[in-house]
């Protein structure tokens, strides 16, 4: 494709993934994201046979920023304790409100690309993840009585409740710092070194 092609196209998913998340799929049209790039909705047609297509390619180009940037950090020469860490600077990024509310969105109006998105986190994200838990396991960084499912599922679902905008309105914490806080607690916990010799 020629770039001027490539660029139209991801202004077409770049709005569409902000539609919609915030007025959902159903509600969004092509005649909406067409006016709104000041093009003409043949022209959309033209890069995209449906709106199905342009949701399906919005949630793969994301899932592809994600694993790729997980993989990124597998590939590290670092111990794991600075792998998971930085596995949980990337959650803030991807995993925000905004995101949930497309998953949200596949799920109800897409169940086959929900099940396809389920099989890249389960085949390449909680794997890789439960990889480099055993590693840190097995070289001593990480206790052997934490089981890394139970780890991942817990840190995930907190920084996924913590992001939703309700709670961060309230609280003078920013999407990035979320993960980090909790990334905090969960490998040092909440007490002081006084507080563990009481």
Sequence with gaps: ???????????ILELSYAKFARHGFKKVTIDEIAAELGISKKTVYKLFPSKEEILREVV???????????????????????????????????I???WQRILIEVRLNAPA?????????????????????????????????????????????????????DFLSKHALSESEVPKQVFRMFTEGILTEKGRKR
Excluded: C
């Excluded at 494709?1 to 202004?11: C, E, F, H, K, S």
């Design 1 to 11: 494709m020629v770039p001027g092609i490539d660029n139209l196209r991801q202004a």
């Design 60 to 94: 793969l180009d994301k899932m592809n920023t994600l694993t790729g940037a997980f993989e990124r950090i597998q590939s590290l020469k670092e111990s794991s304790v600075n792998k998971i860490e930085a596995i949980s600077e990337i959650v803030g990024t991807h």
């Design 96 to 98: 925000n409100e905004q």
């Design 113 to 165: 690309l929900f099940k396809e998105v389920d099989t890249i986190i389960q085949e390449r994200l909680a794997v890789g993840w439960q990889k480099i838990f055993a590693d840190g396991q097995k070289n001593g960084w990480v206790r052997k009585d934490i089981d890394a499912v139970v780890f991942t599922t817990a840190y995930v679902g907190v920084v996924r409740e913590l992001m939703k905008t």
